[in-house]
């Protein structure tokens, strides 16, 4: 016969094995529920139908019956909170109530948010793969320099993209914009590398010693170095470096 402190050491112990086994249930059930967080990346057909629905109060017209059943079987969760500005009609919304959709592949996306040098011909490239496989003809896309509308359009969706997710760096990129559109007045074949190399200095700087650079003022010194000696667009009238020919003081 057992004596009586052995029985309630066993008790004891089943006690503790059974608390054990309600806590790690409890962390499994807390881990599930952490996993079906919604993310961008579950986004759908389905999810967005849901979306919708919920939104309308239920007068879409999608079978709810299947959003149901998605719902039930745990699928899919809800993640999509729809804008006011989103004009929703049976079928979805309106294309042209979003006015900017910037096709830029995530890999370019993540590129640009760690602070890489992006190629900005990528930018205008719908949906471009940075690590497609090379040919001739697309390094020629690649390495083309690119005109002022055209760096105008690609920094635009570089700039949005950053602002997405730091949005203290709005005013600091209006600010390189308009230090880039001034040099490509004055130095007009040289801006875009002038572009390339202080985009990839700050890069560097970034990578090697982990510092930000500001890029409101750009950097005289190296735009010095790369424009001088180019042609200069100037006035034709004064040569003045300030303003074109058509609105020269001296007309008036
Ligand atoms: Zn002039």
């Known amino acids: ?87 929703p009609s049976q079928s979805g919304i309106l294309a042209s109530s979003i006015s900017i959709t910037d096709m830029v592949h995530p890999e370019v996306r993540r590129q640009i948010l760690s602070g ?32 002022l509308d055209e760096f105008i359009v690609a920094f635009g969706r570089f700039k949005r993209i950053m602002v997405a997710a730091f949005a203290n760096r709005s005013q600091e990129l209006d600010d390189y914009m308009a230090h880039i559109i001034e040099t490509a007045n004055i130095w007009p074949e040289k801006f875009y590398k002038y572009h390339k190399l202080f985009s990839a200095k700050c890069a560097t700087v970034l990578y090697q010693r982990n510092q930000i650079i500001d890029w409101s003022y750009g950097d005289p010194g190296l735009r010095q170095l790369v424009c001088a000696g180019s042609r200069v667009r100037n006035c034709d009238t004064c040569r003045s470096t300030v303003h074109v020919s058509a609105i020269c003081v001296l007309w008036l």
């Open 1 to 87: 016969m057992p004596s009586t402190s052995s029985i309630n050491n066993m008790e004891a112990m089943i006690m503790s094995t059974l608390k054990l086994c309600q806590q790690s249930i409890e962390t499994v059930r807390c881990l599930a529920s952490t996993s079906n967080q919604p993310t961008k990346a579950d986004f759908n057909l389905l999810s967005a139908y849901a979306a919708q629905q919920a939104d309308s109060h239920g007068t879409a017209t999608v079978s709810s019956t299947i959003i149901d059943q998605q719902q039930n079987s745990g699928q899919f969760q809800f993640g999509f909170q729809p804008s006011a500005t989103l004009i």
């Open 116 to 147: 890489k040098h992006v190629n900005l011909n990528i930018l205008l490239m719908p949906n471009f793969q940075p690590s497609k496989r090379p040919s001739k003809e697309l390094d020629e896309r690649l390495s083309r320099n690119l005109s």
